[in-house]
């Protein structure tokens, strides 16, 4: 669909503020894309919910930040002040099923304080592999000896195609040709 992107995962970043709110976490997001942009609206849904609960899902004190600018290509960045990730476990996170704190227990259940079977990371780079973009991430353990503070970026590169300007185009105009929506058998 053509449509404003900007809009669309606002939308989706404020059906967190209340998970945020119980967290006593801060939750904010930004955006410099006032274009009207032709994206997958379920793909770029999906993705953005995954990145959101596991940034909050690990995250306890401070708070996440939804970033999205403007391309070509359309960048959105999610960034939260969590417990990060251990760099030697970094190239794995994109595995079906591959959980940290699961690997760092050698198989042993899953704790009360990650719930989830380690799905949702391997969907976000197959849905943004989908439409041609890339996923990245940087990230700060705590259990890292860097100094720096921990937390996580995943930043996600889209080759978004841009249809014009928010005052120049018009949202939902009429279908050109409507096509018949019951044909008689013969
Ligand atoms: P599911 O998404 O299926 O509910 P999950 O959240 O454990 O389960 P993924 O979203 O695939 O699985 O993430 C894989 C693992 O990567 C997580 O279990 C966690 O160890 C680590 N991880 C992902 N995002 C973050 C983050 N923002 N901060 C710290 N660790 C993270
Ligand atoms: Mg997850």
Redesign the pocket.
Known sequence: MAGNLSDFISQIVRRFEPLAQEKKLALSYESDLAEIVVFDAEKVEQIVY??L???L???NAGGVTVRLTGGPPVQLT?T?T????VAE?LPF??NRF?????QATNGAALSFT???????????KELTELMGGTVSVR?VSTRDSTGKPPG?T?TITLPLERVGSKESVQLNPQPALRVASVVPLL
């Open positions: 995954n990145l609960a596991n940034a899902k690990f995250t999610v939260d969590g417990i990060g990730i476990k996170i994109f591959y959980q940290v704190q699961r990650n719930p989830g079977t380690g799905i949702g990371l391997a969907l976000v990230s996580t995943f």
